[in-house]
């Protein structure tokens, strides 16, 4: 290389605002939900950036966009590097645009330097990451990782739409790009996103090196007891629902969280019926959102909150029903890939901390089929997935330099 | 006395049958509610069985229903006994009306053995106890005890109707009933009903002596907190007002009615906002019903509930706010008025206990203005404000022939 490759910020800055008007809200954030017009919209921004560029693009039967930078050596499948364009229906700028830009922009920096790589490099938009719109999320990078795709087919969108239908007219909508098959070797995927959480900010930490995706599971908690008057039942004659609950609860509040740094456990909704005021409730229905990177530590915990709920049910006479409404397993990024993030942050000495993710990502998937890692930046309050998501200028284009370092030390890998 | 006095259980059954016909529901159930068409058929079929056997019927501007026998000292204020004959929509069978026919079939015992007592005995039909079709209710006995009444000419029913047009109405459909003015002397007041609640049945005592009513607080708890996503909020970044709200619940369900046999807390009604299963709640709102018996004891409560409230929001950087959305104050009964039904239980040498009603009664408010005191029987499961509310046939007549006894206990009284 004769020129050292560097992020151009303001270039960065003013993609970003043009992406943000597409599909923008009166509140300042975006609807631009998975193959929509507004999500077509952007595709072809984004292919049109590049084939001025002198970039390939492709699409594959799910949609998702590839932009190809080829490099030295032809025999080596491509490091990807991306994330999404669609947002949720009152979504913010930065979530998934971010990335993808971000990459983008790395990919216009090598290109400005001629820089070569011993890899080709790809930027991708992942199809459909959100699931607002057609349920479920993360279908492209799902269906990239080898997801049976079958009965997609029938999947129908919170509008009436057809995913088959939406998805044939938006491939049609950018014939510019080749047709690919679903799924190909990669060398790598790495992928920028915002945190959608509090702790960078809090901690002042301009970068987080995530090392893994939690697992995550939902129970509905179902605690029978037996309905009566609230003045008349003294308490021996109680099987009062609410009273097992919320000692099952602050039981389960004491523990998971405190003892392992890893948990999460959150009970986000909870009713009672007959919801009287003045009436010993006969049900107490409450739902436990669990996450936990590991797999086996997750099956534990999902354990105890079983035996818990039952046991303090038991003692109140009620008796307590468990079911497992949905289960994402997590994953672990690979140790060599998080190496290459950290080495590359390191080398611009940037402070950082390695953390796990909350929420799913694409590069869940991805990283069953590659070595994969992501790259976190701070968002204002932690607050995303929300017309409000704001990222500081400065960290967005930080997180961009991280990226781009990773990218170019990943794609001169000699063991890929 | 040449004959003494006694229930004839077959004609008591009896009349409770014909009175649960007028309003009878598919379900075997009543639906009488206050100053309806089948509530004056009830009034009207208790006033002509009275006038039958020669006592004099009464009533007053609140439809209050009194049926007099006179004593042998005409300068005493009668003995009230009685209950009420409105029923909730879906209604049991003995709720208000046993009392009522138990009242009216100790009258006629008195009558069939030619019995003299010294004070007048008047039979008492409170209207609209329950209060379902118009609001509030105990209305009867609230304005006979000197509430002013004043405000109630606007109230309008649940059915539309006007409360002032129904009582002129159910008044003028009983014209051979003398009019009185609301409120009157009485020298004591003494009301048998249903337990609504367990214990005399899973304690197998077939009598309970009521020594008081217990006080009614209600207490709408909004805890506000952060709301957040499930994953990626770290335990020290969380505001969660469900850990707040399930800490305080726990502490007070440990302490309140464990600690005090009289005290009763019950939530009965709970909600998470926005409740979304992935999201920590921005706010969790609960309600508390609180009941003692007495005054002092329910403030104390209520004192512990808000700081226990404020104490466990503020530990986890949450807000309480508390607000008091009803207070109906207890009333003790009087101990003259509880040993002579107390003496009455003994002499017929039945199993019994003391004890407190958690539900609110006539009785509550007529022990304002009279010694009062209230006998309860058991009903099946505890079971009230139901279709299949029911009392065994042996209860029944036991419940009256404590009422008869301690009817001529107490019109006997020299101190009245």
């Not at 079911?323 to 890939?337: I, K, L, V």
Request: hydrophobic share 45%; charged share 20%.
């Amino acid at each position: 290389m004769t020129l050292q490759p560097e992020i151009d910020g303001e270039r960065l800055l003013r993609r970003l605002d043009a992406f943000a008007r597409i599909g923008a809200t009166p509140a300042g954030g975006v609807n631009r939900q998975a193959l929509s017009v507004e999500d077509r919209s952007a595709r072809r921004l984004l292919a049109e950036l590049a084939l001025e560029r002198g970039f390939r693009v492709f699409q594959d039967g799910l949609a998702n966009l590839f932009i190809r930078r080829d490099g030295s050596d032809t025999a080596l499948p491509p490091l990807l590097i991306g994330s999404h364009l669609d947002s949720q229906p009152t979504g913010g700028r930065f979530d998934g645009a971010l990335g993808t830009l971000s990459a983008f922009e790395a990919l216009e920096a090598l290109e400005d330097a001629k820089a070569q790589t011993r890899m080709p490099i790809e930027v991708v938009a992942w199809t459909n990451e959100e699931g607002s719109r057609f349920a479920p999320g993360v279908m492209g990078s799902m269906a990239f990782a080898g997801a049976d795709t079958a009965a997609w087919k029938l999947i129908v969108g919170s509008d009436g739409a057809s995913l088959a239908e939406e998805l044939d007219a938006t491939i049609a909508a950018l014939p510019e790009a080749a047709q690919r098959p679903i799924g190909m070797p990669i060398s790598g995927y790495i992928e920028l996103h915002i945190e959608q959480g509090p702790s960078l900010e809090k901690e002042r930490m301009p970068i987080g090196v995530v090392t893994a995706v939690q697992g995550t599971r939902w129970l509905e908690v179902c605690i029978q007891g037996s309905a009566g008057h609230a003045g008349t039942t003294g308490l021996a004659y109680r099987r009062d629902p609410m009273v097992a609950a919320v000692a099952a609860m602050h039981s389960l509040q004491a523990t998971i969280m405190p003892l392992d740094a890893d948990a999460r456990l959150t009970v986000g909704r909870i009713t009672a019926q007959p919801g009287s005021i003045n009436a010993i409730p006969q049900s107490v229905i409450f739902t436990v959102d669990l996450r936990h990177p590991q797999p086996e530590r997750l099956d534990a915990i999902e354990t105890e909150v079983r035996q818990v709920c039952r046991a303090e049910a038991e003692a109140r006479n009620c008796t307590a029903a468990i079911a497992r409404s949905f289960d994402m397993p997590g994953a672990a990024f690979s140790p060599d890939m998080i190496d290459v993030v950290e080495e590359a942050v390191n080398s611009l000495r940037l402070p950082h901390k390695r953390m796990i993710s909350g929420a799913f990502h694409d590069a869940l998937f991805i990283a069953r089929v590659a070595p994969a890692a992501m790259i976190f930046v701070p968002c204002r309050d932690g607050l995303s997935h929300n017309e409000a998501e704001y990222v500081e200028p400065a960290h967005a284009i930080t997180g961009a330099r991280v990226l781009l370092q990773a990218a170019i030390v990943a794609a001169s890998a000699k063991n890929n």
